[in-house]
């Protein structure tokens, strides 16, 4: 078969792949430690659940607004509100099947073929994908570990021309773990108005941070009317397979991005709508108490990767990511991978996985129990004693 010429720009998300050949490592017998993808290996919360339940009974089982249902986006726009210090009404709030939907969204209503979006790399795949689809040229902003994986002004300055239409920047950051500083966002924020550029602000770990405290670009003043927030449940609320998220835009976008949820999915599950309600307004004791155990985990992946010869990584400052450095093993991203999956049964995906600049980095997921950590890590020690 033929396919079309978008299709063949599209990128893809390979921590599924790696998953499905774990399973199958699996399914032959083999035992398996996964690190591969990034979702936490928590149930999502009582309240919310119950919350989810009671919608189905109540018959919350018809279409919604293609833009959401109205009282989930009046309690998003009162959080987003209070947590970024700017004024949201519900109309600037759209309901989507998982953040991601966002990232392709704010790509097709602003690119055109010609014009250029600078993305982070490495950095989540679907920046670079998406930007692909619409037929714009994704820029690479090189994202540095001397810089603690942050930004590098020099090199953004010279990336910026005429035809930069759109800057996505994601902090805290996949797969790095890196922040942006309030500095940081300044300076993008300042060439941003100067060149009349939207950003697209990825926050969906802005709940998930050890140090210091989140920032968004949309806070700044003059930003909040050319930031498109991405923002969602999975990551906070241990909510991923539910599909929620959200974007927070001004209301001609928004208009634009319910155009697109009309023309493909019509509106969020309503009764998963109704979840994301309780989990906004109901009790956010759990979020804190998962924060602490990622920490926790954190602590004891960084410190026991950081032992292996060869490895060496940073301390994430936000999200569940290890982005370890392999480059004094002498091998590239993707032998490390396929080496610890087949000789260790240790599932992580390559650097590359996230851009041509992760080469000489794979990523750990510790969105994993601590018994979980200490068995992979015992592996990986192993393993790599015998390169
Ligand atoms: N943005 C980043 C940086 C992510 O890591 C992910 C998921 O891994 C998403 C967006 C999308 O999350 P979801 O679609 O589940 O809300």
């Given amino acids: 078969m033929k396919f079309s010429k978008l299709m063949q720009r599209a990128g893809t998300e390979t921590a599924f792949a790696v998953l499905a050949k774990a399973k199958k490592l699996e399914r032959q017998g083999r035992s398996i430690v996964h690190f591969e993808i ?8 009582e309240n919310i659940k119950q919350a989810g339940m009671k919608a189905i009974q109540q018959n919350f089982t018809h279409y919604s607004a293609a833009h959401g249902v109205m009282e ?9 509100s209070k947590t970024r210090g700017i ?31 600078i993305y982070p790399n490495p950095g989540y795949p679907i920046y670079e994908s998406a930007i692909k689809i619409s037929g714009a040229t994704p820029v690479p902003m090189v994202l540095l570990e001397e810089n603690g994986f942050a930004f590098d002004r020099e090199q953004f300055k010279k990336l910026v021309n ?33 060149n009349d550029i939207i950003v697209m602000s990825d926050e969906i770990y802005s709940r998930i941070i050890y140090k210091g405290e ?61 979840a994301g309600i309780e989990a906004l307004n109901g009790p956010q004791d759990s979020v804190e108490m998962m924060k602490k155990k990622y920490e926790e985990r954190r602590n004891l992946i960084i410190n026991g990767l950081n032992e292996i010869p060869g490895f060496s990584v940073r301390m994430p400052e936000g999200a569940f990511y290890a982005f370890v450095n392999i480059t004094k093993t002498g091998k590239t991203s993707q032998e490390i991978a396929d080496y610890l999956l087949n000789e260790a049964g240790v599932a992580t995906l390559p650097g590359t996985s996230f851009g041509k600049y992760g080469e000489g980095y794979i990523r750990f997921s510790y969105a994993t129990s601590l018994d979980n950590i200490r068995e992979g890590l015992k592996r990986v020690k192993e393993a790599v004693s015998k390169l």
């Fill in 38 to 45: 990034g979702e936490p290996d928590f149930n999502t919360p």
């Fill in 162 to 194: 005429s035809k930069t239409k759109l800057i996505i920047i994601n902090s805290p950051g996949n797969p790095t773990g890196g922040n942006l500083s309030q500095d940081d966002l300044e300076f993008i924020a300042d060439i941003a108005k100067k």
């Fill in 72 to 80: 989930l986006r009046e309690a998003i726009a009162n959080y987003i």
């Fill in 214 to 274: 989140f920032h968004s670009i949309a806070s700044i003043p003059g930003m909040k009317e050319r930031t498109v927030i991405l923002d969602g449940f999975s990551k906070t609320y241990a909510m991923t397979g539910w599909r929620l998220g959200y974007s927070v835009a001004n209301k001609e976008l928004s208009e634009q991005f319910v155009k697109l949820a009309t023309n493909s999915f019509s509106c969020v599950t309503t009764f998963v709508q109704k």
């Fill in 87 to 117: 004024d949201v009404s519900p109309e600037e709030v759209v309901i989507t099947p998982g953040g991601k939907d966002v990232i392709l969204f704010t790509a097709i209503a602003i690119l055109n073929e010609g014009d250029e979006a």
